[in-house]
């Protein structure tokens, strides 16, 4: 079992910049950590989950989507079992709840059937 912990999120004001962090944990210390498809989702009231950004562990490829390209970065920090989002140039439409994902089968994980495990997100809101 894997567990996958968010936090970072918050309220800010248009414009504004935040981080979220997920702190990976569970079986996926006994493995290699450098072969998974790790991701952020987000979901606004009424509307699908949906891709955000998604990197390959073991380094080399990142994908976004295009309505936060150019101001949200993926990154991850291996040795910490981290993933990161930073967040600039925050708009209104950026709100919603923020999930952290793995797929912990070989492949990528841009949309939410790709995903085997999710983590309990955590809640951006952005002010106009």
């Known amino acids: 079992q894997v567990q996958l912990a968010e936090s970072g999120g918050g309220s800010v004001q248009a414009g504004g910049s935040l981080r979220l962090s997920c702190a990976a944990s569970g079986y996926i210390y006994s493995s290699s950590y450098d072969r998974y498809c790790m991701g952020w989702f987000r979901q606004a009231p009424g509307k699908e989950r949906e891709g955000v950004a998604t990197?390959?562990?073991?380094?080399?490829?990142?994908y976004y989507a295009d309505s936060i390209k150019g101001r949200f970065t993926i990154s991850q920090d291996a040795a910490k079992r981290t993933l990161y989002l930073q967040m600039t140039r925050l708009e209104p439409e950026d709100t919603a709840k923020y999930y952290c994902?793995?797929?912990?089968?070989?492949?990528?994980?841009?949309?939410?059937?790709?995903?085997?495990?999710w983590g309990q997100g955590t809640q951006v809101t952005v002010s106009s």
């Open positions: 994902a793995l797929r912990y089968s070989s492949g990528g994980c841009r949309t939410p059937k790709d995903v085997d495990f």
């Open positions: 990197i390959w562990t073991g380094g080399g490829y990142t």
